[in-house]
């Protein structure tokens, strides 16, 4: 079993940035392929960004590239999302999500894809 507690999440205005954190733990917490997604109110849960088991390979949901960053430290056991730039858009909750993999691409982007999550953090920016 893998347990993922978020952490980072508040209210800030436009234009600020704010870092959410992941910390995996558990017997296979050094072998997952990680991602964020979000889910605001009304509408269904996004990918934000995924990143490989090593950290070498991440994808960006389109609205958030040249604005987030997603990377991990610490034994690929905890993985970060750096959000500069923040717009009211995008206020949602935010979900770690995990599955086990040892592929240095991203290969999971859909959150059928992912086994384990985090409880999710809320992120509120407003204008």
């Known amino acids: 079993q893998v347990q993922l507690v978020e952490s980072g999440g508040g209210l800030v205005q436009a234009g600020d940035s704010l870092r959410l954190s992941c910390a995996a733990s558990g017997r296979a917490s050094s072998d997952l392929a990680m991602g964020w997604f979000r889910q605001a109110p009304g509408k269904e849960r996004e990918l934000v960004a995924a990143?490989?088991?090593?950290?070498?390979?991440?994808q960006y949901a389109d609205s958030v590239k040249g604005r987030f960053t997603v990377f991990r430290l610490g034994a690929r056991n905890t993985m970060y999302l750096q959000m500069n730039s923040l717009k009211p858009e995008d206020t949602a909750v935010y979900y770690c999500?995990?599955?086990?993999?040892?592929?240095?691409?991203?290969?999971?982007?859909?959150?059928?894809?992912?086994?384990?999550w985090g409880q999710g953090t809320q992120v509120t920016v407003s204008s």
């Open positions: 990143i490989s088991w090593g950290g070498g390979s991440a």
């Open positions: 999500a995990a599955v086990l993999s040892r592929s240095i691409v991203v290969r999971h982007t859909s959150p059928d894809s992912y086994d384990y």
